[in-house]
């Protein structure tokens, strides 16, 4: 089974309709990331955490909010989609810096398409 | 803020030939970490090789070596031997070694084509 998945692989939609993203992990892993794939702009961070209780912004996080249920578990969601959140949506997880063994290495799950009509 | 910049949209290659994919990057940072990933048509993210600044030597793995300017910011990824399996989107990426560790700024990509 994939360390980290994403759940729904694909995903259609239509303007203003609330959208959930969800990301699970069996890594242990305490940090976890969303990013957003857009053609000719690469992968741009949207939020990230670094353990249950730490919830921060990255660079593109208006109009997306995120939820951190559980260590393993970290949702993202589209309040009102609008058509500009079309794209490639990342979760990735990586593990405490300085820990023995720590390969660090960010590892991503297989993405989800969303496309916002 | 970090920049990572990719200006080679696309490039293509002759299989068994080698290629050089170009990469700088824009920091005030002394501590920080490089990475080239890449992304094949199944949109999966794969590391492929990974450059600690402190370090002066080029990290290598198999095919793929890196030539690491820290002076001149720059960071290339030369893949020898070119396999079909390369073709791929190819993207560097930068990470800060400091408390923001772990989030990674990402380049725009490049798209490899390899030629039979």
């Known amino acids: 089974d994939a360390d980290v998945t994403q759940t729904p692989r694909n995903r259609i939609t239509k303007t203003g309709k609330r959208i959930m993203l969800e990301c699970s992990q069996t890594?242990?892993?305490?940090?976890m990331y969303w990013y957003r794939q857009d053609p000719g702009l690469g992968l741009r961070l949207i939020y990230y955490s670094f353990d249950v209780k730490d919830i921060n912004k990255g660079e593109i996080s208006d109009g997306y909010s995120v939820s951190r249920q559980a260590q393993a578990k970290f949702s993202l969601s589209l309040e009102s989609a609008i058509p500009n959140q079309t794209a490639l949506y990342f979760c990735?997880?990586?593990?405490?810096?300085?820990?023995?063994?720590?390969?660090?290495?960010?590892?991503f799950g297989p993405g989800t398409r969303l496309t916002v009509l | 803020a970090q920049t990572v910049t990719q200006s080679q949209p696309e490039m293509s290659v002759q299989e068994a030939e080698t290629v050089t994919l170009s990469c700088t990057y824009d920091t005030s940072e002394s501590d920080y970490y490089l990475f080239w990933y890449k992304q094949p048509p199944s949109r999966q993210m794969i590391l492929v090789i990974r450059?600690?600044?402190?370090?002066?030597q080029n990290a290598t793995e198999n095919r793929f070596s890196v030539n690491f300017q820290k002076a001149a910011k720059s960071f290339s990824l030369k893949i020898s031997d070119s396999q079909l399996g390369d073709a791929a989107m190819y993207f560097c990426?930068?990470?800060?070694?400091?408390?923001?560790?772990?989030?990674?700024?990402f380049g725009q990509g490049t798209i490899l084509t390899v030629h039979p």
């Open positions: 450059q600690e600044a402190y370090k002066q």
């Open positions: 990426a930068y990470r800060s070694g400091g408390t923001s560790y772990g989030k990674l700024t």
């Open positions: 990735a997880t990586s593990d405490l810096p300085g820990r023995a063994g720590v390969r660090d290495t960010q590892y």
């Open positions: 890594k242990g892993h305490d940090r």
